[in-house]
């Protein structure tokens, strides 16, 4: 068996994706975006893949919103099976190698000489507070697929003037060194990724970070769209959640893009767990049918976010 994770190697996806598989025979494959994650599970090449939902400083990961809007329906049976929590530190790292290798002395005297920084998207606005400083407001901006990629882009850059907001493990894999340490906005910074699966695929436990059935909530997550011409319907359709004794959690939204300014919905909710779990989701979804234009269940799994 197979989890996609999104590579280069040393991402925080894989990270990720070694926590949730360590002591099973699956196999973790790294792949260059989160639509070939997709495609691979959606195909069965993959039985699993692991992709980050969001972060606790900066929100929804967009692309994996539009992914699980999947308005062309290619993604049919990918549900949302497992949830896991990763702690997330970002480096600034830059290539100090060679002969005539640059040193600088310091963090000040190296901003001087980067021209371009390189992460993920996702990691700009985890670093906000950092990347503010007066000594950075020059520096360039470049996004890169990962932070991984990033820090592998920058191992290429003999001059050292190009860094990546990157990982640890990201710095040790590129052979890249540290100019700053944890510059996320929040100590508390983590990251809540998805494992993805096709709807038979039973989670291996090791993916359980609170051991088995501890914690006994489930959580769903099920986006719909509604007629937004008429008063009340959003109200109509959020009312099916407290109807089914579901607790809703979270809402995004994304552009349907079958016309400017309607949405797709994404509710996240959650039941303390009873017998007929995957009949409550299904008895929601036949109700809200009745009040939504469209609607789909993308997945429920175990909470596993650790009690405070
Ligand atoms: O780019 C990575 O390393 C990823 O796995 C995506 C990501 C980026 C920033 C924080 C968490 C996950």
New binding site residues.
Partial sequence: MKAA??GPKA????QAALEIFRDTTIQVEALPTFADIFEGVQSSQHQYGVV?FE?SSNGSVVQLLDLLADRQMKYNDVKVCAEHYLP?HHQLLVRLSGQDAWRPSGLEEALTHVKKFYT?P??WG?CSAFLSRNDCKHIVRQDSS???EAARVVSENEAGTCAAI??NLAAEEYGLVRLADSIEDKGDNT?RFFIVAKADISVPKSALQNGIGSSRIYKSLVSFTIDHDSPGTLADALSIFKMHHFNLTSINTRPSRLRPWHYIFFAECEQKHHQHQADAITNLISDLENVAMSCRNLGSWEDQLMPV
């Fill in positions: 994770y999104l991402s925080f996806s894989h980050p972060n997330v993920h996702q990691a985890q990962s932070t991984s990157a990982s990251t």
